[in-house]
C-alpha cells in the first residue's frame, strides 16, 4: 500500500484563488511528521510547511496553511490567495520512526495558475 | 546561510559509462541523503548518511550504486556502469539530525540531471 497518496495529478486554480491541495497518508507510527515541497521547474525542492503528528494546531507559514485531519489521516494543504508564481509541482511527504527516518514521497500535483 | 551544494548540475553520458555527482550539504547538517527522481515521480530515497556512517541504503542498487560520506561532510555518489533507466535527476538533502520537530526539517539542492543514452 502507498505510504502517501495525492489524487490530483494536476489542477487549474485562477490566479487570487484559494487553492487545496490533497494528501492522504498511512503508518502505523504513533510519531510521525508531514511535509510538504513545491518543485519549480529548475528542479530544486522547496520546503514549505511541516505538520508533526503530536500537534494540537494546525501548521500555518504565511499563504500556506495545513488542514491536519490526524483521525482522516489527511493533510491538505491549502494556498490562498494564489499567484502565478505558485505554478509548480507540489509534493507531501511523510517521515515515520521519531525524526531519524528519510522522507517518503507522494507522486505529486502538478498545480498551474492561470491569469 | 548557504544551502544544499550539488555538481555538476547537468550531465549526459553513454549507457555503461561512469558517473559521479557531488554534494556539499548546510553547513552543521549531520544528516544527508541522496534521492533518485525519475520524471513524473516523487523522489525515491537511496541513502541515508548520519555524520559518516550509513543509516539506510535499503534502496541504493549496490550493483551499481555507490556512495560515501568522508569526514562527515561532503558527499559522493557513483553509478557505474550506468544503465538508461538511471536517468533521472540525483538530490541530495540534509538536516540537522535524528530528531523529531520542524527543527529537523530536510533541506533540498537543486539537483543533478542525469541523462544516459
Known amino acids: 500500500a502507498q505510504k502517501i497518496t495525492q489524487t490530483q495529478p494536476g489542477m487549474f486554480v485562477q490566479e487570487k484563488e484559494a487553492v487545496t491541495l490533497d494528501c492522504t497518508y498511512d503508518?502505523?507510527?504513533?510519531?510521525?511528521?508531514l511535509f510538504w515541497y513545491k518543485q519549480p521547474s529548475s528542479g530544486e525542492m522547496i520546503f514549505l510547511i511541516y505538520q508533526g503528528s503530536y500537534d494540537q494546531q494546525n501548521a500555518t507559514e504565511g499563504r500556506y496553511s495545513l488542514n491536519f485531519q490526524k483521525a482522516r489521516k489527511s493533510a491538505n494543504l491549502v494556498i490562498s490567495a494564489s499567484q502565478l508564481g505558485d505554478s509548480a509541482m507540489y509534493f507531501c511527504a511523510m517521515r515515520e520512526g521519531g525524526g531519524a527516518d528519510g522522507l517518503t514521497f507522494g507522486k505529486g500535483t502538478h498545480l498551474i495558475i492561470q491569469p | 546561510e548557504a544551502g544544499v551544494a550539488q555538481s555538476p548540475r547537468y550531465k549526459i553520458i553513454e549507457k555503461r559509462q561512469s558517473v559521479a555527482f557531488w554534494c556539499n550539504p548546510i553547513?552543521?547538517?549531520?544528516?544527508l541523503y541522496w534521492y533518485q527522481q525519475i520524471l513524473g515521480q516523487g523522489p525515491k530515497l537511496l541513502i541515508q548518511?548520519?555524520?559518516?556512517?550509513?543509516?539506510?541504503d535499503s534502496q541504493l542498487p549496490k550493483d551499481r550504486f555507490s556512495a560515501e560520506r568522508l569526514k562527515g561532510v561532503d558527499s559522493t555518489l557513483k553509478i557505474q556502469p550506468a544503465k538508461l533507466e538511471d536517468s533521472a535527476v540525483y538530490l541530495c538533502a540534509s538536516s540537522l539530525g535524528r530528531f523529531e520537530g520542524s527543527g529537523n526539517t530536510i533541506y533540498f539542492g537543486e539537483g543533478s540531471w542525469l541523462t544516459v543514452v
Open positions: 503508518t502505523s507510527d504513533p510519531s510521525y511528521g
Open positions: 553547513s552543521g547538517h549531520a544528516t
Open positions: 548518511f548520519q555524520n559518516n556512517g550509513v543509516v539506510d
